[in-house]
């Protein structure tokens, strides 16, 4: 049997749209072994609704915790996806270092002072090889950074469907070596499929190049409502096992260990 987590997961702490224990019951009846919640943080940046004001990080950990010791049919993990700022490294973990979290999970939302998400406006009539190899470059320094245990949705930048003209391997490639060499995990995000994508990040074509490179990975839904919690989890594990891979990362206090698939 699967041992099935999800450690992406946001509520009315961030941009969710339910408290945490309403995700509770969905998890279990989606067969999760733990559920972790992962607020963002983003930290250097103004006017974000969709953001935790990071004066609250405290208390959100303290909250989780306290649903930790509440609930025992399920095991719970305290994360945060982190807003990756390139220049701001030492900030972020000035900020993060005395935090007691599960896991990092860093993410790269903002090219410049707009973010990928924004709308399908952000692309139109620009240079898409170009914003392609950006993203890359920030994912990439996201990485170096020492800063995450998780990279999330690691090619965010395909959201609205625009294609790079040449063909992107050569960013997976690089980014699947960075992933290796700093002993980072990446994420099969499902809620990709609920975006005009509609498909997984990052690009099932080359989650061979991770495999290769036997890169730790863990399936997440990245569930804004309690309804999305493991969301397209079975085919999420078959296209894995298609690819090859055997284990899922698990990860407690921020130590990773591998659990068979
Ligand atoms: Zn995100
Ligand atoms: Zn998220």
Redesign the pocket.
Known sequence: MIYRTDY?I?TSFSDGRSSPEDYIAPAIAARLSEIGF?E?LSLFKENQDWCMNPANTSSYIDYINKLKKNVNDIQIKTGL?IDFIPGKEKEIENFLSDLKLDYR?G?VHYLGEKTVDIGPEFYEGKNIDLIYESYFDHVIAAVSSGLFDII??CDFIRIYGFKPVTDPEPFYRKLVKTLKQNDVAFEL?T?GRNSPLADFYPDRRFLHIFREENIPVCVNS?A?MPIRVGQYFDEAYELLKYAGFTEMAVFSSRKRRMTPM
């Open positions: 992406h946001h992962s963002h996806e999970i993410s999330g949705h995000n809620n990245d804004h």
